[in-house]
């Protein structure tokens, strides 16, 4: 069963509920360094729903982050999720992401499936990189964000014995939403000028 939508315009559609929900996790984030629970389960359901209902993709990976979009199916989009969950979740482990960061990225993969969905951590990663250098730069901190940088991998290391929380030891406590959001965009902006995924599966 599906929508009886146009392949085209499921896809408006569809970045345009992913934006809004993006939009309103970087705005809370912002303002009181959280995301609410409620917004991460109404965006996995959306995300799910849309790639339930909407019209049938040709190929695994002709989803909405596709020059020929397509609802992947209710499975696929669960499965986008789960591996959305799973690239982020060594970053929350580390205690370099928080739990609602993770969560919010999980709920993205149910919009992108799975093979979007790594290529989505990438773009992401990549722009919170840049706003911590760029943050780091206008606040004159380097040497701190190192030496946090250093002692969280550190703990990591069998037998450490050292607990570094990045909730009251960092240097700035950055919102992750707004690296997400602007990560789906260069994402988006990287497939509709005509290039290639960046790993293409």
Not at 39 to 56: E, I, K, S
Not at 143 to 149: D, E, Q
Not at 169 to 197: C, D, H, K, N
Request: include cysteine; charged fraction near 10%.
């Amino acid at each position: 069963m599906n929508i009886g939508m146009a392949p085209g315009d499921w896809q408006v559609l569809g970045f345009g509920l992913l934006a809004l929900c993006l939009a309103l996790a970087a705005l809370s984030d912002g303002r009181r360094r959280r995301i609410p629970n409620t917004l991460v389960l109404v965006t996995l359901l959306v995300g799910v729903l849309l790639n339930t209902f909407g019209p049938q993709a040709f190929r695994d990976n002709d989803g909405l982050f596709s020059l020929y979009p397509g609802a992947l199916g209710l499975g696929v989009s669960l499965l986008g999720a789960l591996v959305a969950l799973l690239v982020f979740l060594p970053f929350y482990a580390l205690r370099a992401l928080g739990a609602g960061d993770v969560k919010l990225f999980a709920a993205v993969g149910a919009f992108a499936g799975p093979a979007a969905s790594v290529n989505l951590a990438l773009c992401v990663l990549l722009a919170g990189g840049l706003l911590a250098l760029g943050r780091m730069a206008m606040a004159h901190n380097a040497r701190l964000v190192v030496r946090n940088t250093l002692a969280a991998l550190g703990q990591m290391l069998p037998g450490s014995v050292g607990s570094f929380d990045a909730g009251t030891q960092t240097a700035w406590r950055m919102p992750y939403a707004v690296a997400i959001a602007l990560g789906v965009v260069a994402y988006a902006a990287w497939l509709f000028s005509g290039r290639e995924p960046i790993l293409n599966f």
